[in-house]
T-cell receptor
């Protein structure tokens, strides 16, 4: 059973470009979470999605950021018109359900560098 | 605002030492507390704690939760260089709602010298 997969592992963008980060949850997992880790900081929750639904996006910046988890295919975190402050590691986690006792399993992250 | 605070922020020890990492929290709807180990890639799950006073063990690692005092400790005995990592504490504060949103502390950077 493959773990959570993210790609690309490293992404370099110039200011103003778009970044698209992909996350394939573990097989059988239908809940996906995105977290951002800024340099020298802990992970910060961004958004929680189930298939075709955004459940909680309270941690997403109001502008330029969007996320989706289509019926088929990976979850996508999209950052439009990137700025230097978007440089961070973006982690995706998945779980089979959100009952007490369920653990979130993390992917290897995508390290975004904005030049 | 929900808050998870870890201490110390960094720790340097020698192989064979025992270390204790601390995590305190203030959250509105506590459901569980989790410890993760992060090396150069994905945080890997160590423990999930939901009940006070019950120690969880895995090899040289152990952890316990105090829900009255709102903290948890992670102990590592007989440390090895492979224990060098960032140790993350997170609280699942979804409570009665149906999602597992984690609030993370800033992490403790542990360095174990040979």
């Amino acid at each position: 059973n493959a773990g959570v997969m993210q790609n690309p592992r490293h992404l370099v963008r110039r200011r103003g470009q778009e970044a698209r980060l992909r996350c394939s949850p573990m097989k059988g997992h239908s809940h996906v979470y995105w977290y951002r880790q800024l340099p020298e900081e802990g992970l910060k929750f961004m958004v929680y999605l189930q298939k075709e639904n955004i459940i909680d996006e309270s941690g997403m910046p109001k502008e330029r950021f969007s996320a989706e988890f289509p019926k088929e295919g990976p979850s996508i975190l999209r950052i439009q018109q990137v700025v230097r402050g978007d440089s961070a590691a973006y982690f995706c986690a998945s779980s089979p359900r959100t009952l007490p006792g369920e653990t979130q399993y993390f992917g290897p992250g995508t390290r975004l560098l904005v030049l | 605002e929900d808050k998870v605070v870890q201490s110390p922020l960094s720790l340097v020890v020698h192989e064979g030492d025992t270390v204790t990492l601390n995590c305190s929290y203030e959250v509105t709807n506590f459901r569980s507390l989790l410890w993760y180990k992060q090396e150069k890639k994905a945080p890997t799950f160590l423990f999930m704690l939901t009940s006070s006073g019950i120690e969880k063990k895995s090899g040289r690692l152990s952890s316990i939760l105090d829900k009255k005092e709102l903290f948890s400790i992670l102990n590592i005995t007989a440390t090895q260089t492979g224990d060098s990592a960032i140790y993350l504490c997170a609280v699942d504060n979804a409570g009665g709602t149906s999602y597992g949103k984690l609030t993370f502390g800033q992490g403790t950077i542990l360095t174990v010298h040979p």
